[in-house]
């Protein structure tokens, strides 16, 4: 017997062909673990405890640690946020300063918020031609070091939501040499591991030496939504620290189906790993050539734009084919990840059928032989504006709302983003801007949806008062 929600899920998934996450891709169950109720336990004797584990999920997280090369390796049942939130905890301590890559997840953003947190914010160059982050230049990271020799810890996001890698192991490198512990949202990444290099894959960020890397391997891999990997290397942050601060963070009634399903992907990379990475690596090369052909579908990573990458995962596919562009997938079968703008996300998984993205570069194919031009990238990026206080003052001092046109000048009240891929525009305690402004109008008019996470709304903002 099903509920209304199931029926009504199963549904919606029976229309179109997912591209977009979770990385199971709802196949024929790939690996172990995906199918639940036998198992869904609670802590009675036998079965450990997350919280303190000493017997089968001690086991299955040291497997999985040993796979990718990490010291240690906790189980995530929140996803990459818990990660992120315990992680930058245990990093940081209580009103201390940060390096923060402005392009990261709004969960980063919380927990520089609950921490009272300093940032200072490291900006990576934008892609003109998708107004997408490029990668975070070592040199930068450099300099903001030298610029404030006090931070913690310092916090990046590789690869992005896009798929655009940066060179962790210089980075990692830099921050090493000056005592300072390296935090990375991974999150895209949990397929980056040492079996997957031999198909065109780099080591993660575990192998460059990250302090503390967090992977959600729902996004990419066989496992639940909601699952995810948090990998400790090193000493430069203290292990009972981490775990004190996930037993903050994270549910005292973790779901032993959801644990399950990380061990079982765990299982699956072990037997089948090689076979499937190779089989992703020959369906994405083919896509590629199909891709090189168009003359009015920009897909990123293939053009000029790609060459100032450290590098790039071609696993995500970020196409300029806007709103128009996205219907057309839909109607063809196909249900794109994100749009956002003029761009449209599809996402890949080594669980996609093996003909499915030689059917997507049929439908591309003749999307590009009707288009007559790609559509404009807009500025889908501002900078962010001279931080007048830090997150935390700003949510707790008076707002009020003003029209976004007399809020250029102001200081911000609440967050805004676009969801996916959450990564705020605008954070509280910024300037706001000219450019904010312009993206705000350039998104609002493409038909992306602006979440607000104050009082702001319908072209308002909450400022300080």
Not at 65 to 82: E, F, I, N, P, Q
Not at 250 to 274: F, M, R, V
Not at 279 to 295: C, I, M, V
Request: charged content about 20%.
């Amino acid at each position: 017997m099903q509920s209304i929600l199931q029926q009504q899920c199963e549904e919606l998934a029976g229309r179109r062909y997912p591209l977009h996450m979770p990385g199971h891709k709802r196949r024929v169950p790939p690996a172990p673990g995906l199918s639940c109720y036998a198992f869904d336990l609670t802590e009675i004797e036998g079965a450990d405890d997350l919280h303190d584990a000493d017997g089968i999920l001690a086991d299955a997280m040291a497997r999985t640690a040993a796979l990718y090369g990490s010291d240690r390796c906790w189980y995530l049942v929140g996803g990459s946020t818990v990660g992120l939130l315990a992680g930058i905890r245990a990093a940081a301590p209580f009103g201390s300063e940060v390096l923060v890559a402005r392009n990261c997840h709004k969960a980063v953003y919380h927990a520089i918020e609950l921490g009272h947190l300093t940032a200072h914010y490291l900006v990576p160059p934008v892609v003109p031609d998708f107004g997408v982050y490029g990668s975070m230049p070592p040199a930068a990271v450099a300099a903001a070091l030298d610029a404030h020799p006090a931070v913690a810890c310092v916090i990046l996001t590789s690869p992005t939501y896009e798929g655009v890698q940066s060179d962790l192991s210089a980075i990692a490198d830099l921050c090493h040499a000056r005592g300072v512990p390296l935090l990375v949202d991974e999150a895209h990444g949990a397929h980056y591991l040492p079996l997957a290099r031999p198909y065109g894959w780099r080591g993660g960020a575990v192998e460059a030496g990250a302090d503390l890397v967090v992977q959600s391997a729902h996004k990419t891999l066989p496992s639940l939504t909601q699952t995810a990997w948090l990998h400790l290397q090193g000493s430069r942050i203290d292990a009972a620290a981490v775990e004190r601060e996930l037993d903050v963070f994270e549910t005292s009634s973790p779901s032993y189906p959801l644990l399950a399903s990380l061990d079982g992907c765990t299982t699956w990379l072990q037997t089948h790993g090689d076979t499937a990475f190779a089989a992703w690596r020959q369906r994405l090369d083919r896509f590629a050539a199909a891709a090189r052909g168009w003359r009015h579908t920009p897909v990123l990573g293939l053009g000029a734009e790609g060459q100032g990458f450290y590098d790039f995962d071609n696993g995500k596919i970020l196409l300029r084919i806007g709103r128009e562009g996205a219907a057309f997938l839909r109607a063809a079968g196909f249900e794109p990840e994100m749009v956002c703008g003029p761009n449209v996300l599809a996402m890949t998984s080594p669980c996609d059928d093996e003909d499915a993205l030689d059917r997507l570069a049929e439908v591309l194919t003749r999307w590009d032989a009707g288009a007559s031009a790609a559509p404009a990238a807009e500025a889908l990026l501002p900078p962010p504006g001279p931080a007048r206080c830090t997150i935390a003052d700003a949510l707790r001092r008076p707002a009020c709302l003003r029209p976004l046109a007399e809020a250029v000048g102001a200081v911000a009240a609440e967050y805004v983003w676009a969801y996916p891929p959450g990564v705020p525009l605008l954070a509280p305690g910024e300037e706001v801007t000219p450019a904010f402004s312009e993206a705000v109008t350039a998104l609002t008019a493409a038909g992306t949806a602006l979440h607000h996470t104050g009082a702001g709304a319908d072209g308002k903002l909450a400022v300080l008062g």
